[in-house]
């Protein structure tokens, strides 16, 4: 694969290299002190990564300080936590809900509501209104007593528990906003997962025919892997502090990918490029760096800022989402600019490696891209 290449020629006289020229040479120069910094980097975030299903939440959806918002913090404090989040588990039965049967499986979770401490009190079924007229489905409700993203991690621990109470002719299931939440984060990252299963394979043919090797196909996937794993762990993090939605997690992974790829390919070609020209793997990746890392940084900044404006949203889920893609790019940028100039810098013109057949990786450009220039 070949590209054009407009840097300047051989003949011409060395200029003083730029900020980024001099950081491209430092991280060629000190490739373990920069691997070993990202690896601190990658185990100290990515340690926590593993807990971003169970950290993160799908509440959120609403305008925070909006006149619904505080009706249903108001029902909370004076009804026992029996407002929107709370939690609801309806028994159906082909007898009358009366039937001894029915009352153990009634005592039985309202035994598992009760041992769960963000449920504030249990409220029975009620005739003529939480018990259906032909008196074969009955509602108890769990009251909320913490906040709607804990009450969707509440769900998650009880519905399949509730679930497992039913026996033969009675059904227990619990329902409600808070378990409807629960339900779609696990549909949203069972989906997320499938959809990398089945997109990353088209991914890497499309990595290995961009490259035109398969070192330097892995190199964008470098990239990805220590931005997402130093955004996901970040986003758990902060899950402590504010919540943080699903979502987030979602396009964290699309943009770290999506940067890595594009990041990857600006550096790569010039570094082959002004390798081809100096032979010397440090000069060419500090010309890599005073050029296309220039165009990364700016990229960067740029989504960066463009982002920015999302954080005025009222809405948490909104803001959230902006703060996942805010995290992938600082640091697939921050990788971008230290980690993968001080990799090249190591592989020289090993970078060309595993080429594909009839790739001409040693020549930068491209007589047809120069026409239509």
Known sequence: ???VDHAPKTGAPPSAPGPLGRLGDWTASHFRTVLAGW???VAV???FAPQVTTALSGAGWQSNGSESVAVRELAQQHFGGTGSTAIQVVVHADRPVTDPAVQTVLAKATKLLT????ISEVVQPRAGATISQDGRTA???GGAKANPDDMVRASDDLKNPLRALSTDGIAVRATGASVMWSDFNTANLDAM?????LSWPVTLIVLVIAFGSLVAAGLPLLLTMAGLAASVGSLVLLSHVTPISIWAMDFALMFALALGIDYALFLVIRFRGALARHGDPRRAVEETMDTAGKAVLLSGLTVLVSLSAVMLVPAPAVRT????????VVFV?????????AVLGKLGPRVNKLALPRSRTDHVVSPPLRRLG
């Open 1 to 3: 694969m070949t590209f």
């Open 39 to 41: 690896v601190i980097v």
């Open 45 to 47: 975030l990515g340690v």
């Open 115 to 118: 041992a769960n401490d963000r």
């Open 139 to 141: 509602v108890l409700l």
């Open 193 to 197: 997962i499938h959809a990398e299963i």
């Open 321 to 328: 989402m902006a703060v996942g893609i805010m995290l992938s």
């Open 333 to 341: 940028l921050a990788a971008t600019l230290t980690l993968l100039p």
